[in-house]
T-cell receptor, first 116, second 115 residues
Framework: GAVVSQHPSRVICKSGTSVKIECRSLDFQATTMFWYRQFPKQSLMLMATSNEGSKATYEQGVEKDKFLINHASLTLSTLTVTSAHPEDSSFYIC????????????FGPGTRLTVL | GENVEQHPSTLSVQEGDSAVIKCTYSDSASNYFPWYKQELGKGPQLIIDIRSNVGEKKDQRIAVTLNKTAKHFSLHITETQPEDSAVYFCAASLGPVDSSYKLIFGSGTRLLVRP
């Protein structure tokens, strides 16, 4: 149990385009989903927290107009990187958690974004 | 806010030996401490976690200890195997805020198990 999927696993796009990443909890309902960014050989940096049906809460320094997060259902959250630039290239990882599992977070496999 | 420090940054052990990774946290109100294993190009995988009402937890070759007074917790891996080679992250959480448990991660430890 506790499986989280992400799609796509890898995406290459041109500068200026927008990219959408999906995160799904496959066998449980996620009260909360988190989006992280990870640079090579570094730790996970939390970008935002989203609760189903509510607006996302962004961490300091994360542009909410650039990284649009939608948590439309208890099993799906999406991250859209708008007008992507090369500096947005990174490994994006989502996690899903539920208060019913005492707040444990389960991570997706990640999405490698490369902006040319 | 909460800060988590993790040591060592790299650890190399011989297959069959034990490995210990240590983390310290700053906020005494933190009450949940998970450990994640991340293999190259993959997402982190939860391997064990402990809550503040417990001092030790064990799952086969993996154990975690928590010292609330000193505000540190450790991951112990016994009888290491080459497949244990990965990056390990500790994390701490202050518990639910609006039903979410925000995790603060350590900087990671790259474990290499030599055959």
């Amino acid at each position: 149990g506790a499986v989280v999927s992400q799609h796509p696993s890898r995406v290459i796009c041109k500068s200026g385009t927008s990219v959408k990443i999906e995160c799904r909890s496959l066998d449980f309902q996620a009260t909360t989903m988190f989006w992280y960014r990870q640079f090579p050989k570094q730790s996970l940096m939390l970008m935002a927290t989203s609760n189903e049906g509510s607006k996302a809460t962004y961490e300091q320094g994360v542009e909410k107009d650039k990284f649009l997060i939608n948590h439309a259902s208890l099993t799906l959250s999406t991250l859209t990187v708008t007008s992507a630039h090369p500096e947005d290239s990174s490994f994006y990882i989502c996690s899903a958690g539920t208060s019913g599992r005492h707040g444990t977070q389960y991570f997706g496999p990640g999405t490698r974004l490369t902006v040319l | 806010g909460e800060n988590v420090e993790q040591h060592p940054s790299t650890l190399s052990v011989q297959e069959g030996d034990s490995a210990v990774i240590k983390c310290t946290y700053s906020d005494s109100a933190s009450n949940y401490f998970p450990w994640y294993k991340q293999e190259l190009g993959k997402g982190p995988q939860l391997i064990i976690d402990i809550r503040s009402n417990v001092g030790e937890k064990k799952d086969q070759r993996i154990a975690v200890t928590l010292n609330k007074t000193a505000k540190h917790f450790s991951l112990h891996i016994t009888e290491t195997q080459p497949e244990d080679s990965a990056v390990y992250f500790c994390a701490a959480s202050l518990g639910p805020v609006d039903s979410s448990y925000k995790l603060i991660f350590g900087s990671g430890t790259r474990l290499l198990v030599r055959p």
